[in-house]
């Protein structure tokens, strides 16, 4: 199995930058596809950003140009840089990973908080 744990999070004014960072353990060359994803108070989980073993990366249209995500597979670190930050930003940030070998089994971190006052 695998395990993922996020850091990184915290509070920033709009505008600022954080550095998501998703570490992971265990069976790591399980590891296929990692993403970010978020949750918004009261709204459904959403995609942010995902990338493919070989750096290939997919965006959503409110983070393009503004969030950058990479990956550091000798680390097993995922990473997701954000800039010019804003309250709609504001949200529980996940890491995913998908597995290589079985399509039903996905991973998921606890999440960290990303708080974006105005």
């Known amino acids: ?4 744990v ?3 999070g915290g509070l920033v004014q709009a505008g600022g930058s954080l550095r998501l960072s998703c570490a992971a353990s265990g069976i790591t060359v399980r590891i296929n596809h990692m993403g970010w ?11 942010v950003a995902t990338i493919g073993r070989g750096g ?11 969030f950058n ?4 597979n000798v680390k097993n670190t995922l ?10 930003d504001t949200a529980v940030y996940y890491c995913n990973a998908d597995d290589r070998w079985r399509s039903d ?6 999440g960290t908080l990303v708080t974006v006052s105005s």
């Open 79 to 88: 990473y997701l840089q954000m800039n010019s930050l804003k309250p709609d």
């Open 105 to 110: 089994l996905n991973y998921w971190g606890k």
């Open 6 to 8: 996020e850091s990184g």
């Open 56 to 66: 290939d990366t997919k965006y959503v249209d409110a983070v393009k140009g503004r």
């Open 37 to 47: 994803y978020r949750q918004a108070p009261g709204k459904q989980r959403e995609l």
């Open 69 to 72: 995500i990479s990956r550091d």
């Open 1 to 4: 199995q695998v395990q993922l």
